[in-house]
């Protein structure tokens, strides 16, 4: 029985259809560790750490994430070392080497493989730091993002096998690690999040949308800057003006993700409405708040155009399983997106911070539905041929496991 330990703070996060396959492998004995459960892996309990001590109030600004990993890090070791006093040693570890999870499990097991999982290399410029002028970078900020790759750093020494899941994130790494990167996506569920019909989709408000309705979509975990929601807003005027039978459709949260509130505090919902609202057929604006899958994914189905922004960040799950119901996507030309979405031929790409040429693509992809069917075709057929967990992401990542040992997919 070949042993693989898998470590995630969120477990399974990345690691689900991966986690899947494993736990469906006779010769393969999956054990999960993380702080918390984010999503079920069938038959599989993970070891969630207990006990979990705060970040001192007092620590270095640069430092309060290094110190929540180390913290986290330490955690994982505690419980390890529980582990391997009752006789437990695994063939393999996999673990995302971004949170601390992973930090000193080799410190431990030295002559056990590290598989990690790299999402995101941190730089003061060229990527998601100093790209919306919303935001002036200081020199303090530069030398605080540069300290924020501490971990990471750290986790590259350490890996025996390093996973990113875009060309540009890995590209972000430092030149002397990439050899021991590889890209490999995690993998999208195209069986579940497929076109299909749907049924009458209710509002907050009791209005009812069905397909073939003119709805505009837009989601995101929380709607903040680093997903593009104040270009959004900032485009809506327009685009309801030119389009009086389009209802918008929202979905997400109040929070921040990623950046920092407005100015003054609150939610950058409200404060985009403040700024845009007036001007705006609100009746025909819904917000949804969070959303479970399922909901999101009949949204997508129903979708005529589906507005995707991204800082050049991590690219989200989100958009990838639009494209695999069939929306028509109106994205942001930004990496990684750029290296997904090809404009007019699986969707249509803009400047980010261009707000006019926005509305023009919203109401191009509006105004063509009938073409657009070649789209939406061609949108399902990238991520099914690219990214579809059971036929490209898992077979991928089970060929990389088995250097080390980990048995190969069973043949079919």
């Excluded at 590290?114 to 790209?131: K, N």
């Excluded at 899958?293 to 189905?301: A, E, N, P, V």
Aim: aromatic share 10%; glycine share 10%; net charge negative.
């Amino acid at each position: 029985m070949f042993r693989v330990l898998m470590l995630h703070k969120d477990f399974p996060g990345q690691f689900r259809p991966l986690a899947r396959s494993l736990m469906a492998d006779a010769r393969v004995e999956l054990r999960g560790m993380g702080q918390r459960e984010e999503a079920v892996v069938s038959g599989l309990r993970p070891h969630l750490y207990q006990d979990m001590p705060a970040v001192d109030p007092g620590t270095h600004p640069y430092l309060g994430n290094a110190a929540d990993y180390i913290i986290r890090g330490q955690c994982a070791l505690r419980d390890a070392v529980g582990m391997a006093q009752q006789g437990y040693r695994p063939d393999l570890i996999v673990g995302h080497c971004g949170f601390g999870d992973t930090l000193y499990l080799k410190d431990l097991w030295p002559d056990v493989p590290l598989v990690g999982y790299f999402e995101y290399y941190y730089h003061g410029r060229g990527a998601d730091v100093g790209f919306d002028p919303l935001y002036p970078v200081t020199l303090d900020d530069l030398a605080r993002v540069r300290t924020l790759n501490v971990v990471n750093l750290l986790g590259l020494e350490a890996a025996d096998l390093g996973v990113c899941p875009t060309e540009w994130q890995r590209a972000l790494h430092p030149a002397p690690f990439r050899d021991r990167l590889r890209v490999m996506h995690e993998g999208i569920d195209t069986d579940l999040a497929r076109p299909g019909p749907v049924p009458a989709f209710s509002l907050p408000d009791g209005t009812l949308l069905r397909q073939g309705d003119e709805v505009i979509t837009y989601a995101a975990r929380d709607l903040e800057p680093y997903r593009g929601f104040h270009v959004f807003m900032r485009a809506l005027p327009e685009i309801l003006r030119r389009r009086p039978a389009a209802q918008v459709v929202v979905a997400g949260g109040d929070g921040v993700s990623y950046g920092p509130p407005p100015p003054g505090g609150g939610a950058w919902r409200d404060h985009l409405m403040a700024e845009v609202g007036p001007s705006l057929d609100s009746g025909r604006v819904h917000f949804l708040g969070p959303v479970d899958h399922g909901r999101f994914l009949d949204l997508m189905r129903l979708s005529s155009a589906h507005v995707y922004l991204t800082y050049p960040f991590v690219l989200s799950w989100s958009m990838l399983e639009a494209m695999a119901c069939g929306a028509v996507v109106v994205a942001s030309a930004t990496p990684p997106v750029e290296e997904v979405v090809r404009d007019g031929v699986n969707g249509l790409l803009f400047p980010f911070f261009d707000t006019a040429l926005l509305a023009d693509r919203v109401v191009e992809a509006l105004g063509r539905q009938p073409q657009s069917a070649v789209l939406r075709r061609q949108a399902r057929e990238t991520v099914v041929s690219r990214f579809d967990a059971r036929s490209r992401a898992v077979p991928a990542w089970r060929q990389a496991l088995s250097q080390f040992g980990c048995p190969m997919l069973p043949a079919v």
